[in-house]
């Protein structure tokens, strides 16, 4: 059974970078859409960015296209979200999560949510 575990969050001023990681065991990482979410105190979890499992397209919401940048590597099994020239408004919760596509959006497969890893942006 596939797991997915977050990481790499962590404290960063205004304008830095950080790269997450989303780490997969028991499955091969490659057959799957992969999509992160991130969810801020007192707001719903949204959708930030996504990568197919049929040609590696893309896809990311307005509010990061431009800055952040999602790529994975089937050889360490992990989907990486890469963010630069961050914004106070990144901060939240960001999670990985198997993703499906219909109706021309991407939605999370799994109703179970790994614990994320926490990113502030602040000076």
């Known amino acids: 059974q596939l797991q997915l575990v977050e990481s790499g969050g962590g404290l960063v001023q205004p304008g830095g970078s950080l790269r997450l990681s989303c780490a997969a065991s028991g499955s091969t990482l490659d057959d799957y859409s992969i999509g992160w979410f991130r969810q801020a105190p007192g707001k719903e979890r949204e959708g930030v960015s996504y990568i197919a499992t049929s040609d590696s397209s893309t896809d990311y919401a307005d509010s990061v296209k431009g800055r952040f940048t999602i790529s994975r590597d089937g050889a360490r099994n992990t989907v990486y979200l890469q963010m630069n020239s961050l914004k106070p408004e990144d901060t939240a919760v960001y999670y990985c999560?198997?993703?499906?596509?219909?109706?021309?959006?991407?939605?999370?497969?799994?109703?179970?949510w790994g614990q994320g890893t926490q990113v502030t942006v602040s000076s």
């Open positions: 999560n198997v993703v499906y596509y219909s109706g021309g959006s991407y939605y999370p497969k799994y109703d179970s």
